[in-house]
């Protein structure tokens, strides 16, 4: 190993993850990024001070004696005392003096660290601690570090900082309450020259979800100005999720942007004492992305190189935390660190699925929304802190409400029943911390923050998908078990109904064989909002009101078709994404007239129907003159998220099919924008919802690959109910006999024709003898709600073994629908 004289400073490029014991955590893991993936990443150039020099620096000045007197005994402290036992050794710090020998050495590398760069001598001075980013414990933020160093003198100065902050009260702390030994728990730093992301922007990435736990996807946070604020909670930022498999293929499956607010940055201002200020960032910043896409692309297969590496001779993959910068000057990209993600990765795949889940009984409307952080809900007394002096006042069982976090509230993070913060994406400090921990968190609820005043009681839920909610009042939970059991060997596949994109990586988790409905409507009423045609004819809208609503939302788009395709496009790629390779059925939207209206500058483009149930809606819809071009976005969407974002997971399917004559002309519009049966592998399903479907089944089968019955409508028509009307709701039953016999032959001439088939209504998460009708029938698939699989898959498992299912024979006599 080259090193610069003797063992206590050694150039970055030398150090490799086996000095670890040498240089700590992150030095090592910097290391190995340069010295490893030289080419293919970028790693700022630096030198790296070793344990060595620490051990020197604290043994000539007598600090080690110090360090003796307190942790000799090895015992684990008393938390009252680590206060105490933090001033006395940080007093030792500031008493302290350079060896003339170790600061000559310091001094050497820092002035051949500049020569390669004329004009520059700003550093940054970082921690490594040993302790730091182990695969089994992160130490992510305890230890302190500088930017903008600049200087010999101020050199110096900073890196003594950075050794006693090794013995800060929140690090003794966090060593005492993972019972790591003080004694021994060295700080190497690692001076690296100064990436000018104070003039572009930072972030954080990591190579799974960090929620779900999910390795097939890259999560990245992005911010303008330095990454501390990002980290440290006091800023909501972007977020991009790009998915692993399909980029290394050479698409750009990007399944989410998510617009941050990104208020403030964090900027060099060398005549402030801390050589950083928070400077608001202007309203028309704020509105762009802090990434574009080819740098998201960039920065994805940096994060991909470096996962690899990892994760080379192991037995599965080593997903990664990673923090980045972008260099202003230059306008390159840096990876900054890089440690081991130590929430998910060492549990295996199964133990991600939980074996219970709490529900909030009933339906109240929550207090706040913000994002959600872990699986978990919980009720206490809401204590606002707002700045570290205060935390004295936190008692156990509390639930922490602070504008963001850093490391000094750990301790009262560790006793807290939640936390509420009112900045902060899924990759601040508040959001690991609680992860870690396993308490339930909500962060980036705003201003709303301050309804909470101290000791009203509140419950805390970060068990409802993506939201997360704070309700008021201690609510009503419930606890419901989640079966253990397992697909395999099952003839009848089960698939689910999901169409909300935030909830897909969860979901994924559990065992299935796919999505078997992917709804549009939900998409475009949640994300987008806003009627197609009136973006389509944003001159032709009467209302002001409406054209400043539709201006607001759709903000940063000049064309306004792209605003609907970009957001339909990656909600339904977080869906195909997530469960890719398995198959996804989108069905293309089937709104009624009257929801249409509901939308943004709907009103000004729907007709009055008296019964929307059974007017325009469907298929119908879709080659209209009116309501044709509106259908093209959809198809535009869709063909993005085969073509562009590489995801051949997804079938379409056509809902409300009456005719012949509906389905030929939607199929040619479809055709017309690029979407043809079969082509590229494309499969085309049908609803089979009205009556005409089931007995024309052999005509429609010409047109199409399968079948999924929409029990809710066949239903509905079969009995002639409205299924929206509550006073002739006791009569509907998918169970009628009626209804029974259309269902069984459809399934029996869907064999015949060759033809996939599928069931997607609600029956059978309700009824066991409708999913035993089923599996009798020969049913290919069921889709279900996520949360009905597992109680189903017991059901379908108990009879299929029972039955030794007899599957018709394409052959038998299907003329007339048989009796049941």
Not at 266 to 284: G, M, Q, S
Not at 426 to 437: K, L, M, S, Y
């Amino acid at each position: 190993m080259s090193e610069t004289s003797s063992n206590r400073i050694i150039l970055l490029n030398q150090v490799s993850r086996d000095d670890l014991p040498r240089v700590g955590g992150k030095a090592a893991n910097l290391g190995e990024l340069v010295r490893v993936l030289r080419g293919r990443i970028r790693v700022p150039a630096g030198f790296v001070l070793t344990l060595s020099a620490y051990r020197e620096f604290i043994e000539k000045n007598g600090i080690d004696l110090v360090l003796k007197q307190h942790f000799a005994s090895g015992e684990t402290l008393d938390p009252t005392r680590i206060e105490m036992i933090s001033l006395q050794i940080q007093d030792a710090f500031r008493a302290s003096h350079w060896p003339e020998a170790l600061s000559h050495e310091v001094i050497a590398a820092y002035t051949q660290l500049n020569a390669s760069r004329p004009g520059r001598r700003d550093v940054a001075v970082r921690s490594s601690a040993s302790s730091e980013d182990l695969p089994t414990a992160s130490f992510a933020g305890q230890l302190d570090s500088y930017l903008n160093v600049e200087g010999e003198e101020s050199l110096l100065e900073h890196i003594r900082m950075c050794f006693a902050s090794n013995y800060t009260a929140r690090v003794i702390s966090y060593r005492n309450s993972r019972k790591i030994p003080q004694i021994g728990a060295g700080c190497s730093v690692v001076v690296q020259e100064m990436v000018r992301s104070d003039l572009a922007s930072a972030g954080v990435a990591f190579t799974l979800d960090p929620e779900s736990g999910h390795e097939g996807v890259i999560l990245i946070n992005s911010a303008f100005g330095l990454g501390e604020l990002l980290v440290q909670g006091e800023v909501i930022p972007d977020e991009f999720v790009v998915h692993k498999e399909r980029l290394r293929r050479g698409f750009l499956p990007v399944m989410k942007r998510e617009l941050g607010s990104k208020e403030l940055s964090l900027v060099y201002d060398p005549f402030h004492p801390d050589r950083t200020v928070r400077v608001r960032v202007a309203d028309e910043d704020r509105h762009k992305y802090s990434l574009s896409d080819e740098e998201m692309v960039e920065l994805s297969r940096a994060c991909l190189e470096v996962e690899d590496h990892y994760s080379a001779g192991s037995l599965r993959r080593r997903p990664m935390d990673i923090e980045w910068a972008k260099d202003g000057l230059s306008g390159l990209i840096y990876l900054v660190q890089a440690r081991p993600e130590t929430v998910h990765s060492l549990r295996s795949v199964s133990s991600k699925r939980p074996t219970f889940k709490l529900e909030v009984i009933g339906n109240p409307r929550p207090l706040l929304i913000g994002r959600a952080v872990g699986d978990h809900i919980a009720s206490g007394r809401v204590r606002r802190i707002r700045k570290v002096s205060e935390l004295g006042s936190f008692q156990a069982g509390e639930i922490l409400v602070a504008d963001r976090t850093d490391p000094d509230w750990e301790p009262a993070m560790k006793i807290a029943s939640a936390v509420i913060t009112a900045s902060g994406g899924r990759t601040c400090h508040a959001a690991i911390v609680a992860r870690e921990i396993g308490i339930p968190a909500v962060v980036g609820v705003g201003a709303g923050i301050d309804l909470l005043q101290d000791g009203i009681e509140v419950t805390v839920s970060s068990a409802e998908g993506e939201e997360g909610r704070v309700y008021p009042g201690t609510l009503a939970l419930r606890t419901v078990p989640v079966p253990d059991v397992s697909l395999e060997g099952l003839r009848t596949r089960l698939l689910m109904n999901v169409s909300r994109p935030g909830d897909a990586l969860s979901w994924s988790l559990l065992p299935g064989g796919g999505v078997g409905l992917l709804r549009l409507e939900f998409m475009i009423a949640s994300e987008i909002r806003i009627h197609p045609l009136a973006l389509l004819n944003l001159r032709k809208i009467k209302s002001q009101e409406t054209r400043r609503r539709i201006d607001a939302l759709t903000r940063g788009f000049e064309d306004k078709q792209e605003f609907f395709v970009r957001k339909l496009s990656e909600g339904i790629a977080s869906i195909c994404g997530a469960f890719h390779p398995r198959p996804v059925v989108v069905r293309f939207s089937d709104f009624k007239s009257n929801e249409y209206a509901n939308l943004i500058g709907g009103d000004e483009f729907e007709l009055r129907e008296e019964n929307p149930m059974l007017g325009l809606r469907g298929a119908a819809r879709y080659s209209h003159p009116i309501h044709r071009e509106a259908f093209a976005l959809e198809c535009q969407a869709i063909r993005r998220v085969r073509e562009t974002m590489g995801f051949d997971n997804l079938s379409v399917m056509l809902p409300f099919v009456r005719t012949m004559v509906d389905a030929d002309a939607t199929l040619e519009v479809m055709h017309e924008h690029g979407l043809t049966r079969g082509q590229g592998g494309l499969e085309v399903w049908m609803m089979c919802e009205v009556p005409a479907n089931v007995l024309q089944l052999r005509e429609f089968s010409e047109r199409f690959d399968g079948i999924s019955i929409g029990s809710n409508d066949l239903t509905q028509l079969m009995l002639g109910i409205d299924r929206d009307s509550s006073s002739v709701a006791p009569f509907f039953d998918e169970r009628h006999p009626a209804v029974r016999m259309m269902i069984s032959f459809a399934l029996r001439e869907a064999k015949i024709c060759g033809m996939k088939t599928s069931l997607c209504g609600q029956a059978p998460s309700d009824y066991p003898e409708f999913v035993r009708f089923l599996v009798d029938e020969g049913i290919d698939s069921i889709s279900l709600s996520p949360d009905a699989v597992l109680k189903v898959a017991s059901v379908v498992s108990e009879h299929e073994k029972r039955s030794k299912v007899h599957v018709q024979s394409p052959h038998a006599d299907s003329a007339r629908p048989r009796p049941l």
